[in-house]
């Protein structure tokens, strides 16, 4: 009887392209138990680099417990699971060469989606590497049943345990803003959508990397009532943003009503659209139809030449925390863009990353978030737009 065996891959960058780890488990079909993990720093490379790492070193590992066994590849990568199974084109030329050096191991292994909950154990040994990876160690991790070393979930079974108790108390009653005392001084974040630009008039998609356009007319009047929203709202203690021109000429309008001091951050730049940038969502829909509806149909597909949901939002998680940290207890502004606006609010409460399809932000809206010491975050409005009466009658085109 063929033998049947399971493997679990996935792949991390911190950066995109930046430091990078694959993971991957092979598991026995019929038990489900583990037999082999692996994991690996592989250097500087994009997410989708590293995940095809892991799918090839979960093959690889297959191969050697069994080599006429019949394999499913089950992974969180759309992108991966539908290039491998001939869906879909190979456009980028290091992932064809990764592509084909696992139809090299074997041709005939069966392609499986599953939701990143169920990738869980490909996804800590990632995140293993990577956390070894930051402290400066290089690693390569090879576990193997009868090793006498533990299965991934034993290995962070003591780090799982920490956290559950972190949200055990994160949701106690006596941790639930508005109800306690004890809980410190937040650090509140204004996060306002930068002005209208000649793209968002016009609908275009606008991301890092493509025209840097300055605020149209409406912009600036829009700006200027953001601005004046803010001072009345008592003000900043500093303006974090984007670095983008549309970005920082919102935040000079900020920094003039309020005296507070502007403060680039990279990290809450707009998504990447790559070859999208500048056209319409038809225009997009006539020239590039399968991309478009990958793209919409997960977090995980990029645009051609641009960035995935899912790595916009490691981005901008990383500078979130980032300005949290350097504006401790402050209200800072944060002008930036649609999508990381609606990202650090997904963040803030708890939300899945589809959730972004399902909010709207006028240029200029206002979304309040206070983030506590503890871990606890508040929002308190969400792309309110009433100070824009009177300036775009359309309430953000």
């Known amino acids: 009887m063929t033998r049947f065996l399971i493997v679990e891959a996935d792949g991390g960058s911190r950066g995109n392209p930046g430091p990078a780890a694959y993971g991957a488990v092979v598991r026995d079909g019929e038990t489900g138990r583990v037999l082999v993990e692996v994991a690996e720093t592989i250097g500087e ?13 979960g093959i690889q590992h297959a191969l050697e417990v069994d080599s006429g066994a019949r394999i499913e590849a089950r992974l969180d990568s759309k992108l991966i699971v539908e290039q491998m199974s001939g869906r879909w084109a190979i456009k980028n030329a290091a992932l064809r060469d990764l592509a084909l050096a696992v139809r090299r191991l074997r041709a005939d292994v069966d392609y499986t989606w599953v939701p990143r909950a169920q990738n869980t154990a490909a996804d800590r040994l990632v995140n293993e590497a990577l956390d070894a990876q930051s402290r400066g160690e290089t690693v390569r991790i090879d576990r193997r049943v009868g090793s006498g070393l533990p299965d991934a979930e034993d290995v962070v079974g003591d780090a799982l345990e920490e956290r559950a108790e972190e949200e055990r108390e994160a949701h106690r009653p006596h941790k639930m803003v508005g109800w306690a005392t004890d809980l410190g001084t937040p ?6 959508r930068h002005g209208a630009t000649a793209y968002s008039l016009e609908k275009r998609f606008s991301g890092a990397g493509g025209a840097d356009l300055p605020l149209a007319p409406l912009g600036e009047q829009q700006a200027e009532a953001l601005a004046r929203e803010i001072a009345a709202r ?45 056209h319409t ?40 925390r980032d300005v949290l940290t350097r504006h401790a207890g402050q209200r800072v502004a944060v002008i930036s863009h649609v999508t990381p606006i609606k990202l650090i609010t997904g963040i803030c409460v708890d939300a899945p990353l589809s959730s972004l399809y399902r909010m709207e932000l006028a240029p200029c809206s206002l979304t309040t978030i206070a983030w506590f010491a503890d871990g606890n975050s508040s929002l308190f409005g969400f792309a309110e737009s009433a100070h824009l009466r009177g300036v775009d009658p359309g309430f953000g085109v």
């Open 45 to 57: 490379a994009t997410n989708n680099v590293a995940e095809y790492r892991g799918v090839l070193a």
């Open 187 to 192: 650090t509140t974040t204004l996060l306002g």
């Open 234 to 278: 008592g003000g900043v203690d500093a303006i974090v943003a984007s670095p983008l021109l549309r970005t920082l000429q919102t935040a000079e309008h900020v920094a003039r009503a309020t005296g507070a001091p502007i403060d680039i951050e990279p990290g809450i730049a707009e998504c990447a659209f790559g070859e999208w940038d500048g």
């Open 281 to 320: 969502f038809a225009e997009v829909s006539e020239r590039w139809p399968v991309e478009l509806a990958a793209w919409l149909a997960s977090t995980d597909v990029a645009p051609p030449g641009g960035e995935s949901f899912a790595e916009c939002r490691d981005r901008v998680d990383r500078a979130r």
